[in-house]
């Protein structure tokens, strides 16, 4: 079955950049979206399409893609910041999935 | 404001079915503009695509779990439903239900459905 392969997780100081990778066979022909799930919480969209910023997220979240790897990108972080973060995506038959999620904490 | 509530049974049996309904409220269900779905996560666990449901009634189905799931809408009371037969303790998760933006690139094919916004989930447990 068809995997999206993301780092379990990420540390970064408040004020520097996080970047989560998303790696999948069909990203080339598919847009990925991301998603941030704090503790307790459901998830939350931040990203669609591989860099479009929903309305009410902070600029400082950011999306880029480039082949079979979609980044998802944190800059100035802050502490409010630390969650999991989802992608999404389709498969070849147009069925979704995620990918394991990545763990950002800020030290 | 849109908001969706996910409601039912929080244990189920296994070997029976697992029935939640999902409450739209800000906004009809009908709009043409949006589908919705229902997504699930076991405990300390990723998220799992369940489905997908337009209000005209056309479905589609996670392959893993299809033979198993049923998702149809009431648009007299606004709501999603699922049901999800013959559970197992593997099918103990938070669910929940969200909507589904698609947008077309052409007059068939669609670009894959982000989900926005979510309730705030259900746990539902199977145990005997």
């Known amino acids: 079955s068809y995997e999206l392969t993301q780092p379990p997780s990420v540390s970064v100081s408040p004020g520097q950049t996080a970047r989560i990778t998303c790696s999948g066979d069909?990203?080339?022909?598919?847009?990925a979206h991301w998603y941030q799930q704090k503790s307790g919480q459901a998830p939350v969209l931040v990203i669609y399409?591989?860099?479009e910023r929903p309305s009410g997220i902070p600029e400082r979240f950011s999306g880029s893609s480039s082949g079979t790897t979609v980044t998802l990108t944190i800059s100035g972080v802050q502490a409010e910041d630390e969650a999991d973060y989802y992608c999404q995506s389709a498969d070849s038959s147009n069925s979704y999935v995620f990918g394991i999620g990545t763990k950002v904490t800020v030290l | 404001q849109l908001q969706l509530q996910e409601s039912g049974p929080g244990l189920v049996k296994p070997s029976e079915t697992l029935s939640l309904t999902c409450t739209v409220s800000g906004g009809p269900v009908t709009s043409s503009s949006y589908y919705w779905g229902w997504i699930r996560q076991p405990p300390g666990k990723g998220l799992e695509w369940i489905g997908t449901i337009y209000y005209s009634g056309s479905t589609d189905y996670n392959p893993s779990l299809k033979s198993r799931v049923t998702i149809s809408v009431d648009t007299s009371k606004n709501h999603v439903s699922l049901k999800l037969s013959s559970v197992a303790a593997a099918d103990t998760a938070v669910y929940y239900c969200?909507?589904?933006?698609?947008?077309?690139?052409?007059?068939?094919?669609?670009?894959?459905?982000?989900?926005?916004?979510w309730g705030q989930g259900t746990l539902v447990t199977v145990s005997s």
């Open positions: 969200a909507r589904a933006i698609r947008q077309y690139y052409d007059r068939s094919n669609y670009y894959p459905d982000w989900f926005d916004p």
């Open positions: 069909a990203l080339p022909k598919h847009y």
């Open positions: 399409k591989d860099s």
